[in-house]
């Protein structure tokens, strides 16, 4: 049963780079990583999903070493508008037992 | 192309009665999954339905129940309504063929349900 931890808070200022990393240990052959950003009082978004190696998109990239027991969300140049709740799951497909919502990193971009 | 829908996007309760939750899902989408989501906590997941058929299901009991209608939309029913059930209902759905699309949800914006 994968299980995922990641930091409960994290702050940062207006132009820096934030990094939040996932660890999942036990990271199954056939599962991927997904990233999601909720805003409060909305439902989750979806931000990016990877198998290894890096992913990249126009909101974040994704790091995964080559181990897998661990990825980290990378943003880039973050916003007062970042500001929000990024959680991590593991798994293959929604619902299944192990791709499940944690408590999440809830980050605060301050000015 | 039109996104996930809820309603209603508010509703109280009083304990003991019953509620109907509804989504629309995104179309083309053929899987919506319902998720609770209590004050300062992730969503949990409750169940998922997959053309019409329950697909899984989580850590809730049985006054849980869901249905699924030929054109992909989804009730959430929740009887014998207890203070704990006060928290934000998601809908999201998915297209549940394979690959990343599959493991891929798109959220509606909940609806926050309040029980006194």
């Known amino acids: 049963l994968a299980k995922t931890t990641q930091p409960i808070s994290m702050d940062s200022y207006e132009g820096q780079e934030v990094n939040i990393t996932c660890s999942h240990n036990?990271?199954?052959?056939?599962?991927?990583i997904t990233w999601y950003q909720q805003f409060p009082s909305q439902g989750p978004r979806f931000i990016i999903q990877?198998?290894?190696t890096k992913v990249t998109n126009e909101v974040a990239s994704l790091f995964i070493p080559a181990d897998r027991k661990s990825s980290t969300l990378s943003l880039p140049r973050v916003s007062l508008s970042d500001t929000a709740v990024y959680y991590c799951?593991?798994?293959?497909?929604?619902?299944?037992?192990?791709?499940?919502f944690g408590a999440g990193t809830r980050l605060t971009v301050k000015p | 192309e039109t996104g996930v829908t809820q309603s209603p996007t508010h509703l109280i309760k009083t304990r003991g009665q019953q509620v109907t939750l509804r989504c629309s899902s995104q179309s083309g989408h053929n899987t919506v999954s319902w998720y609770q989501q209590a004050l300062g906590q992730g969503p949990q997941f409750i169940f998922q339905?997959?053309?019409?058929?329950?697909?899984g299901r989580g850590n809730f009991p049985p006054r849980f129940s869901g249905l699924q209608f030929p054109n992909y939309s989804s009730e959430l029913n929740v009887n014998a309504l207890e203070l704990d059930d006060s928290a934000l209902y998601l809908c999201a759905s998915s297209l549940g063929t394979s690959g990343r699309a599959r493991r891929t949800q798109y959220f509606g914006p909940g609806t926050r349900l309040l029980v006194l």
């Open positions: 339905y997959y053309r019409e058929e329950e697909n």
């Open positions: 036990n990271i199954a052959t056939n599962d991927y």
């Open positions: 799951l593991v798994g293959d497909a929604p619902g299944n037992n192990d791709m499940r």
């Open positions: 990877g198998y290894k």
